[in-house]
């Protein structure tokens, strides 16, 4: 799929292609975008220079000239969205125009216990995803403590498309099968004031937005002091970004697709995907049963092993039913 | 002061091509004047915004006004309507069931600029839909949207499409 998207990408309305012509048209004689990199001379220098000096005006004066293009890294790269991921260990995540990670900044202790080079360079929902099971694996999430499994992940969007990073998200962690059942997600909309002001109140962008539909005045409460409350619970549920009928359907087409790959015969969910009226939630929990089947863990062999003791029992009993019945048929 | 009149247009533009190329792209049968109008659009935005220093507080918006007059303008050059689709002049009798299969195929076994030109071949409704959903990666919903049809149309098209793909594909390899 990767390899056709690139090729229309490529070929279909390139990016690149049309700037590169739209820079012959507006500078006929200089083509100064691709000769930029050849400069040596002071007036190189001095662009440079003057760019990074212009660019702080933007920043600190973004409404007068263009508002909300774009925001810079701490690493000072040019990023097109935030995407705050609150577990316990807590992150941002920078946003290329691609959708594409380019920085990853840990925000407290605990996140800084994470591996995040290898991310880099990732789409943003397959960083998230990835964030999640590691903190899953390392036992910052709790799967038995439901106050412990509670993912909050806050997206500001700087001038790319909002909307397209959410659902990318929904649909990824709709469709994991890398993350337990039990982790529950909520995506938040957060504007560049939020973001701010969780600065200045020293806490990460998703406790700020937490704290913030309840209205709490007082010291901020974490994620899993927020969730132990089932009225904050009921709140967020409300507030948080749903997943519609349309992420619903590609959560399910991606798992389908993913069982496809291991040789599984998908034609009874893929008829059940197209049945009308069928409950699209309860065939995601089949074919997340179905993944598991491929998988079964320790856990599931021990309660195997119980079955196991229950089933023979029951065989012993059918065996006898079951000749009774043969007996009868043998009569007749 | 232009290489700073070029660096804030390329800011707004790398921010806004893919929405405005997407309005564009849906109004416009033919592939390269979709790219001139393209090109128009944000020539009229530096000439007449960046290069004069001036402010527009809703740069998409503003765009989006630059995209009308020059879709306009094309319409009545070309002496053309606007492309439009319907349920009605669009309706397959078969109903075409997604194939996973196919698009298995088509995705990770043809060679994708084959694939490509291909797709050249289709109905014109068709080549939006295949552009739309590889180039744009919209959902069959948001093409819907975009083309004024319904999403059903939208899938089993798409499928159509693809099964019509795969059988030029393998006309071509004989």
Known sequence: MDKLKQTFNENLLNEDKILHSINHKINPKNGWFYHKAFRLSFGLMTLVILSLFISNIIQSQPDKIVKTVGITTPRNQLAYALVSVD???????????????????????????LIIDQLIGLEVQDVVEDLIKQAQDLGYINLIDTNQNTVIISTINYGIDGEKIIKNIQVKLGSSVNIDRSVKSYIIRATDDDREEAKRENVSLGIYMLNGIIQNKGVPMSVQNFVSDLNNLEILEEYAEKTNGTELVEIIQALINELVTKGIDVTSFQNRLNREGEDLEELIDDLKDQFESLNPNTNSDDKNDDEYEDDESDDDKSYEDDSEEDDDEHDD | MSN?????????????????????????????????????????????????????????????????????????????????FSDETNYIIENIQSDINIEHDLLNTFEPIKVF???????????????????????????????HISENTVKTRYYRALKELKKLYELNLE
């Open chain 2, 4 to 84: 700073n009149h070029n660096e804030r247009f390329e800011t707004i533009y790398r921010a806004t091509f893919n929405i405005l190329s997407k309005y564009v792209y849906f109004k416009v049968a033919n592939i390269s004047d979709v790219e001139d109008i393209i090109q128009n659009i944000y020539i009229n935005f530096y000439t007449y915004i960046v290069k004069k220093n001036k402010e527009v507080d809703n740069v998409q918006s503003y765009l989006i006004q630059i995209a009308n007059n020059e879709l306009t303008k094309y319409y009545k050059s070309k002496k053309e309507l606007p492309i439009t």
């Open chain 2, 117 to 147: 030109e291909l797709v050249k071949e289709l109905e014109l409704i068709d080549q939006k839909i295949i552009g739309a959903h590889f180039r744009y990666e919209m959902t069959f919903k948001e093409i819907a949207l975009s083309l």
């Open chain 1, 87 to 113: 577990i316990n260990p807590s992150f941002e995540l920078y946003v290329d125009k691609n959708d594409r990670v380019i920085e990853i900044n840990p925000i407290n202790e605990e996140a800084k216990t």
